[in-house]
């Protein structure tokens, strides 16, 4: 599976962005899409995901501002965030999980939010 991500930039506080990421792959074998943010010397912390097609979880500083949406082009999603904050600053990678076994990021983009 390959994971293509798509969307980052420089944004002022306050701004929006939309990310997209596009999986290639047997839609039907893919059971999660989602984002991690990580910043340099921390983890990588859920953004966003959406489950089996249709549930959808946010990490909690994403909860009311970001929305994460199954896009109409096949193993597709797209990350809608609003009201963009300095430390949402970080790279972003997508993560496909396949059969509920395998785990696939792609290489990140780099979103920063500043004046």
């Known amino acids: 599976v390959q994971v293509m991500e798509s969307g980052g930039g420089l944004v002022q506080p306050g701004g929006s962005l939309t990310l997209s990421c596009a999986a290639s792959g047997n839609q039907f074998m893919i059971n999660a899409m989602g984002w991690y943010r990580q910043v340099p010397g921390e983890q990588r912390e859920l953004v966003a995901e959406i489950l089996n097609r249709s549930i959808r979880k946010y990490g909690d500083g994403a909860k009311g501002r970001f929305t994460i949406s199954v896009a109409s082009a096949e193993n597709t999603i797209s990350l809608q965030m609003n009201g963009l904050k300095s430390e949402d600053t970080g790279v972003y990678y997508c993560?496909?999980?396949?059969?509920?076994?395998?785990?696939?990021w792609g290489e990140g983009t780099q979103v920063t939010v500043s004046s």
């Open positions: 993560q496909v999980v396949e059969n509920g076994l395998y785990t696939y």
